[in-house]
């Protein structure tokens, strides 16, 4: 073999590793976006699940389901993450004093948006709100707040407006799993990156 094909090889064998490995941020901006390819009707309502890997129907969900599932399928399990966290922690968390609760619900406290916005601040990064678009990156979350009060998430993509100053959202605002240039259209109550551990040796 020449010193010419040798160096063939070794590029051939170490080119398709580095083309292929996706980046944290990659992963959930696809799983994200898979999202939007399925019908589901927005529905919040109270539902027993199995714990962990629960889910409600998948034709149902509300904003948290469309987190929750996107990072299922990258391999974490938001359910279990945060039980484990509310449980030995559940007086940091705002369950008692906006829902009266008392323990922890493996059923609902995932699936609540305050309850993210502190699990990510705990277990993530809690990153500043900005009015320039540029500081959102892909794989962020971002919270708000609608009107009357009601908390929003969605998943910050690497995809953008038309005129190109913003980064398209993925989120559930009441018609299922969608992609929207929405970012500044509500108040912003929140920022996160939330890293799953087997993705931090990347």
Not at 11 to 37: H, Y
Not at 79 to 100: A, V
Request: net charge negative; hydrophobic share 30%; aromatic share 10%.
């Amino acid at each position: 073999m020449t010193i010419a094909s040798a160096c063939l090889v070794t590029l051939f064998l170490i080119l398709p590793q580095s083309a292929t490995a996706n980046t944290f941020s990659d992963d959930l901006v696809n799983a994200a976006l898979e999202r939007t390819q399925y019908t589901v009707r927005y529905d919040g309502s109270y539902r027993a699940i199995d714990y962990p890997g629960g889910d409600v129907p998948d034709h149902i969900g509300v904003c948290t389901d469309v987190v929750i599932r996107s990072y299922r399928r990258i391999g974490t399990d938001l359910q279990k993450e945060l039980h484990e966290d509310i449980r030995y922690h559940f007086s940091l968390y705002p369950s008692n004093r906006i829902w009266g609760l008392t323990r922890p619900d493996t059923n609902i406290d995932h699936r609540r948006v305050p309850n993210l916005q502190t699990f990510f601040t705990r277990r993530g990064q809690s990153l500043p709100v900005s009015d320039d678009a540029n500081n959102y990156q892909p794989g962020d979350l971002i919270t708000w707040m609608l009107p009357g009060n009601l908390p929003h998430i969605g998943i910050v993509t690497n995809q953008r407006s038309p005129d190109r100053q913003r980064p398209l959202i993925v989120h559930n605002i009441g018609m299922g799993p969608e992609l929207d240039d929405m970012l500044f259209d509500y108040t912003i109550s929140g920022h996160y990156r939330y890293i799953p551990d087997h993705y931090q040796s990347q």
